[in-house]
């Protein structure tokens, strides 16, 4: 894994945008505290800003110092080097999270806010269609980004408008035929845009079935998944013609283990931290899974995790 020199950067004009905008800091970070595989190493500055002007401000700033900048939302579908993140992580998650009914079925809420919260608020409204996403652990804005789904339903399916800050800080929309959304991709995986809204269109249903359908999809990966230990979700992408887990497991990988990182035994799709694994440990299990099912049958997988180095 490549190894990252941490600069001396000056950030006091980061923290000074910060300070005035009421923006939660951290410094000295360990990025095992704002990823879900809780592993990674030191970042110098962590920024969750309170409003869309903080961030473009923050950005702004970046941008003006040669500061590399690195977007986090939940931090659930990353890996950050054991060496740190270099420059400011923006974490998203911890501000930018109101939510609001633009009319009786539209959502607007921003992009830090997390999934299941969205979830709960379309319940309390009577706003059937996010069901499926009902335990994802992510952000809004992570969704988003990916196209997260699950269940039969993904969020291209919901999603009619999203708000941006593009690349030089100034604040931007794309509308849902310019989101490009695909399997686990969108337009934000290649523009570098940082996505702040999302205006979402639900449809009136009935709150006790939105409700069961809810609790039945939780008890469903609850049954499937090792939801008890640290990990990205599902660690691979689904390839054309195949499920990930099923490939992994038909490898006989289940239980396979590199340092404290471990291919589940409860559902082979997904790469857990079981005994205070590094990220070095999750990485190398990673390339070992498909280097393995790649001789074996032929199939090249893809991660769904997003490696930060």
């Given at each position: 894994?490549?190894?990252?020199?941490?600069?001396?950067?000056?950030?006091?004009?980061?923290?000074?945008?910060?300070?005035?905008?009421?923006?939660?800091?951290?410094?000295?970070?360990?990025?095992?505290?704002?990823?879900?595989?809780?592993?990674?190493?030191?970042?110098?500055?962590?920024?969750?800003?309170?409003?869309?002007?903080?961030?473009?401000?923050?950005?702004?700033?970046?941008?003006?110092?040669?500061?590399?900048?690195?977007?986090?939302?939940?931090?659930?579908?990353?890996?950050?080097?054991?060496?740190?993140?270099?420059?400011?992580?923006?974490?998203?998650?911890?501000?930018?999270?109101?939510?609001?009914?633009?009319?009786?079925?539209?959502?607007?809420?921003?992009?830090?806010?997390?999934?299941?919260a969205l979830c709960?608020?379309?319940?309390?409204?009577?706003?059937?269609?996010?069901?499926?996403?009902?335990?994802?652990?992510?952000?809004?804005?992570?969704?988003?980004?990916?196209?997260?789904?699950?269940?039969?339903?993904?969020?291209?399916?919901?999603?009619?408008?999203?708000?941006?800050?593009?690349?030089?800080?100034?604040?931007?929309?794309?509308?849902?035929?310019?989101?490009?959304?695909?399997?686990?991709?969108s337009a934000y995986?290649?523009?570098?845009?940082?996505?702040?809204?999302?205006?979402?269109?639900?449809?009136?249903?009935?709150?006790?079935?939105?409700?069961?359908?809810?609790?039945?999809?939780?008890?469903?990966?609850?049954?499937?998944?090792?939801?008890?230990?640290?990990?990205?979700?599902?660690?691979?992408?689904?390839?054309?013609?195949?499920?990930?887990?099923?490939?992994?497991?038909?490898?006989?990988?289940?239980?396979?283990?590199?340092?404290?990182?471990?291919?589940?035994?409860?559902?082979?799709?997904?790469?857990?931290?079981?005994d205070n694994a590094?990220?070095?440990?999750?990485?190398?299990?990673?390339?070992?899974?498909?280097?393995?099912?790649?001789?074996?049958?032929?199939?090249?997988?893809?991660?769904?995790?997003?490696?930060?180095?």
């Amino acid at each position: 894994m490549m190894v990252i020199n941490i600069t001396n950067q000056d950030y006091s004009n980061i923290k000074a945008i910060a300070n005035k905008h009421n923006c939660t800091i951290t410094e000295n970070a360990s990025m095992k505290d704002f990823t879900t595989f809780k592993t990674g190493g030191i970042c110098p500055l962590v920024v969750s800003p309170s409003s869309t002007e903080a961030l473009s401000e923050i950005i702004t700033e970046c941008l003006n110092s040669s500061i590399p900048y690195t977007v986090l939302g939940n931090g659930s579908n990353v890996l950050v080097s054991d060496d740190g993140i270099d420059g400011v992580v923006i974490h998203i998650a911890d501000g930018l999270n109101n939510i609001s009914l633009i009319n009786e079925t539209t959502i607007f809420c921003e992009a830090g806010l997390k999934l299941g919260a969205l979830c709960n608020f379309a319940l309390d409204n009577s706003l059937g269609g996010l069901e499926f996403a009902f335990g994802i652990p992510g952000s809004v804005g992570g969704a988003i980004f990916m196209n997260a789904g699950a269940y039969g339903g993904e969020m291209k399916d919901v999603v009619t408008k999203v708000y941006h800050i593009d690349k030089n800080g100034a604040p931007g929309v794309l509308t849902a035929e310019e989101l490009k959304f695909g399997y686990r991709t969108s337009a934000y995986e290649n523009n570098g845009f940082i996505v702040t809204g999302v205006e979402l269109e639900l449809k009136k249903a009935d709150k006790t079935q939105i409700k069961e359908t809810m609790n039945e999809l939780l008890n469903r990966r609850k049954d499937k998944q090792p939801l008890e230990f640290p990990s990205a979700g599902s660690t691979f992408k689904r390839p054309e013609g195949h499920f990930a887990g099923a490939l992994i497991e038909q490898c006989g990988l289940k239980g396979k283990q590199i340092g404290g990182a471990r291919v589940s035994e409860k559902h082979a799709g997904f790469i857990i931290n079981a005994d205070n694994a590094t990220t070095d440990d999750i990485f190398k299990l990673i390339e070992f899974v498909k280097e393995t099912v790649k001789k074996e049958t032929g199939v090249t997988l893809s991660p769904e995790v997003r490696i930060l180095r």
